[in-house]
């Protein structure tokens, strides 16, 4: 009988799928239209405990796990409507009580279905870095993963939405749940909703009852919905209420923005939402707000862009005092963002840039910034040297290291001018590589100030392996020193341990004449704060320094 070319090409479809089938995965099936086996190629007695003969004719839904044969028909139903389904999570049965947990990738043609399982389990194969229990990819890993996904489809003039669901009433189900039995439900829910993601894999649980997925614009989500029902509804007793709300972001929005930005946008949504959900928030209604997050933080990420890009935040000035003389030893250079409110703290501003990680981008802009600000000083006045802020996180950020001490080879002239004050200190993982860095900075003559000193119990740790020629101690330690009995003993301790190491104090947030004469008392070398005037553009507002008077001798 002679081969048709239908006959043909369909019989290469078919070893071109087992291939690629093989390339990924661990085992594979070739089904009827009911889920009978008809093939199947692979360790199936490692696997399932059953040998491969044994299989064959019998439905794969009889090596599922039964929390999982809802999930497996899902797929099997998807894969008949489009053709492909390249994700989705499900486990197995391994004997009387164990189960393994698999991805699952499929295809349907003429009538056939062709599965193909891949291991997840520590125990035979790694986890895939960036995912949780459930198939789940972390928040870092998904807005990864969904701002390639959403760029790549740009760029072939198509596009996706992120859906966020709320399953309210989950966490109250899981606790009545054994372990193996949470495991699978959260497996259930991984794979169901990995069926309808692009690439099965863009699936992340934002907080306890939410979760996100990245899917085609035409996925029908009230489907999507019922199904989790179908998948959570068999472990829920009768009295317990399940509804599943979501929210469906068009990622439109998004461009324009490059993919690395992107995914610093998702993630900051994803994060503001978990923290606002874990604040008590009704998650029902944070669904409903999800939208505004994303496409806020798509538009903060845009807009804090463009002011670095044209350096349009302010710089203001705040006197750092001699404590005996009250003559001004330097100035610390903050940062203003609103022109209309200059005093206005920008404490949003650089958290979310912290919290994204543009900080290192912001704090090279601050830097620069500063050094032009100089240049159009006197060259040889030491009244306008001034510390720049650098954080933690920045320190261990290679292009901003790289770029710092470009600035500074072309700019020698700064040596005596500048200083440098090492913020969010707690931001430091890798306090050897933080030395090295300090070390460069006072190589070439620049001085280097510890903040927040006194704030958290590892700022001895800080001290110790941390070479600094100046500690700023946190406002908070002086309040709380000027309150405690033992607080000036304390304090005192405090600077003559720094004396005796060679660094000198700045005592912070001093607004009152009280507070003055209690780390003057202290020996504390320097003070800072509101007494001599709130941080100001005009250095002349210090011409002459508020409140003089406090250190003129009787």
């Given at each position: 009988?002679?081969?048709?070319?239908?006959a043909?090409t369909?019989?290469?479809?078919?070893?071109?799928?087992?291939?690629?089938a093989?390339?990924?995965?661990?085992?594979?099936?070739?089904?009827?239209?009911?889920?009978?086996?008809l093939?199947?190629?692979g360790?199936?007695?490692?696997?399932?405990?059953v040998?491969?003969?044994?299989?064959?004719?019998?439905?794969?839904?009889?090596?599922?796990?039964?929390?999982?044969?809802p999930?497996?028909a899902?797929f099997?139903?998807?894969?008949?409507?489009?053709?492909r389904?390249?994700?989705?999570?499900?486990?197995?049965?391994?004997g009387?009580?164990?189960?393994?947990?698999?991805?699952?990738?499929?295809?349907?043609?003429d009538?056939?279905?062709?599965?193909?399982?891949?291991?997840?389990?520590?125990?035979?194969e790694?986890?895939?870095a960036?995912?949780?229990?459930?198939?789940f990819?972390?928040?870092?890993?998904?807005?990864?993963?969904?701002?390639?996904?959403?760029k790549?489809l740009?760029?072939?003039?198509?596009?996706?939405?992120?859906?966020?669901?709320?399953?309210?009433?989950?966490?109250?189900?899981?606790e009545?749940?054994?372990?193996p039995?949470?495991?699978?439900?959260?497996?259930?829910?991984?794979?169901?909703?990995?069926?309808s993601?692009?690439?099965?894999?863009?699936?992340?649980?934002?907080?306890?009852?939410?979760?996100?997925?990245?899917?085609?614009?035409?996925?029908?989500?009230?489907a999507?919905?019922?199904q989790?029902?179908?998948a959570?509804?068999?472990?829920?007793?009768p009295?317990?209420?399940?509804?599943?709300?979501?929210?469906?972001?068009d990622?439109?929005t998004?461009?324009g923005?490059s993919?690395?930005?992107?995914?610093?946008?998702?993630?900051?949504?994803l994060?503001?939402?978990?923290?606002?959900?874990?604040?008590?928030?009704?998650?029902s209604?944070?669904?409903d707000?999800?939208?505004?997050?994303?496409?806020?933080?798509?538009?903060?990420?845009?807009?804090?862009?463009?002011?670095?890009?044209?350096k349009?935040?302010l710089?203001?000035?705040?006197p750092?005092i001699?404590?005996?003389?009250?003559?001004?030893?330097?100035?610390?250079?903050?940062?203003?963002?609103?022109?209309?409110?200059?005093?206005?703290s920008?404490?949003r501003?650089?958290?979310?840039?912290?919290?994204?990680?543009l900080?290192?981008?912001?704090?090279?802009?601050?830097a620069?910034?500063v050094?032009?600000?100089?240049?159009r000083?006197?060259?040889n006045?030491?009244?306008?040297?001034?510390?720049?802020?650098?954080?933690?996180?920045?320190?261990?950020?290679?292009?901003?290291v790289?770029?710092?001490?470009?600035l500074l080879?072309?700019?020698?002239?700064?040596v005596?001018?500048l200083?440098?004050?090492?913020?969010?200190?707690s931001?430091m993982?890798?306090?050897?590589?933080a030395?090295?860095?300090?070390q460069?900075?006072?190589r070439?003559g620049?001085q280097?100030?510890?903040?927040?000193?006194?704030?958290?119990?590892?700022?001895f740790?800080?001290?110790?392996a941390?070479?600094?020629?100046?500690?700023?101690?946190?406002g908070?330690?002086?309040?709380?020193?000027?309150k405690?009995?033992?607080?000036?003993?304390?304090?005192?301790?405090?600077t003559?341990l720094?004396g005796?190491?060679?660094?000198e104090?700045?005592?912070?947030?001093?607004?009152s004449?009280?507070s003055?004469?209690?780390?003057?008392?202290?020996?504390?070398?320097?003070?800072?704060?509101?007494?001599?005037?709130?941080?100001?553009?005009?250095f002349?507002?210090?011409t002459?320094?508020p409140?003089?008077?406090?250190f003129?001798?009787?």
């Amino acid at each position: 009988m002679a081969v048709t070319s239908d006959a043909r090409t369909s019989k290469r479809e078919r070893n071109r799928y087992a291939a690629l089938a093989f390339c990924w995965g661990d085992l594979l099936f070739e089904l009827n239209h009911a889920g009978t086996v008809l093939f199947c190629a692979g360790p199936v007695q490692e696997f399932a405990g059953v040998a491969p003969d044994g299989v064959i004719g019998q439905p794969l839904f009889d090596l599922m796990a039964p929390s999982d044969v809802p999930t497996l028909a899902r797929f099997l139903k998807a894969l008949r409507s489009r053709g492909r389904v390249d994700g989705g999570t499900a486990q197995i049965r391994r004997g009387a009580s164990a189960l393994l947990p698999v991805s699952m990738a499929g295809y349907c043609m003429d009538e056939r279905f062709y599965v193909a399982f891949r291991l997840r389990t520590g125990t035979v194969e790694p986890e895939v870095a960036g995912t949780e229990s459930g198939g789940f990819l972390d928040r870092d890993a998904f807005s990864r993963e969904a701002g390639k996904r959403i760029k790549e489809l740009e760029r072939q003039g198509r596009s996706a939405e992120i859906t966020v669901l709320d399953i309210s009433g989950l966490s109250g189900l899981s606790e009545g749940l054994s372990e193996p039995e949470s495991r699978s439900l959260m497996s259930s829910i991984g794979g169901c909703l990995g069926q309808s993601a692009l690439d099965g894999e863009t699936v992340t649980r934002i907080a306890g009852d939410s979760f996100g997925l990245l899917h085609d614009p035409s996925l029908d989500v009230a489907a999507l919905r019922n199904q989790l029902l179908e998948a959570v509804r068999p472990l829920a007793s009768p009295d317990q209420a399940l509804e599943i709300t979501h929210s469906t972001v068009d990622m439109d929005t998004a461009r324009g923005i490059s993919e690395q930005d992107l995914a610093k946008g998702l993630m900051y949504a994803l994060s503001s939402f978990q923290k606002k959900s874990g604040a008590g928030f009704n998650l029902s209604s944070l669904t409903d707000n999800i939208s505004a997050l994303i496409s806020q933080g798509i538009t903060d990420i845009r807009d804090f862009r463009q002011v670095l890009k044209d350096k349009s935040f302010l710089m203001a000035l705040q006197p750092i005092i001699d404590v005996k003389s009250g003559a001004i030893h330097h100035f610390e250079a903050l940062c203003r963002f609103d022109v209309a409110a200059p005093e206005e703290s920008p404490y949003r501003y650089i958290s979310f840039a912290e919290e994204i990680g543009l900080i290192h981008e912001f704090d090279l802009a601050m830097a620069a910034k500063v050094v032009q600000w100089l240049r159009r000083m006197p060259v040889n006045n030491s009244k306008f040297s001034v510390a720049v802020n650098i954080s933690g996180f920045s320190i261990g950020m290679p292009e901003y290291v790289q770029g710092l001490h470009k600035l500074l080879r072309d700019n020698p002239w700064t040596v005596d001018r500048l200083l440098f004050e090492i913020t969010e200190s707690s931001r430091m993982t890798d306090l050897v590589a933080a030395n090295e860095f300090i070390q460069g900075l006072r190589r070439l003559g620049y001085q280097v100030c510890l903040d927040d000193f006194g704030a958290g119990a590892a700022s001895f740790q800080y001290l110790s392996a941390l070479e600094v020629d100046v500690v700023k101690i946190d406002g908070s330690a002086v309040h709380n020193a000027r309150k405690a009995p033992k607080g000036r003993a304390f304090l005192s301790a405090l600077t003559e341990l720094c004396g005796r190491l060679g660094v000198e104090t700045i005592a912070e947030m001093i607004d009152s004449p009280e507070s003055l004469r209690f780390v003057r008392d202290c020996r504390c070398n320097y003070v800072q704060g509101f007494l001599f005037g709130k941080p100001s553009r005009n250095f002349n507002d210090f011409t002459p320094l508020p409140n003089i008077d406090l250190f003129r001798r009787p």
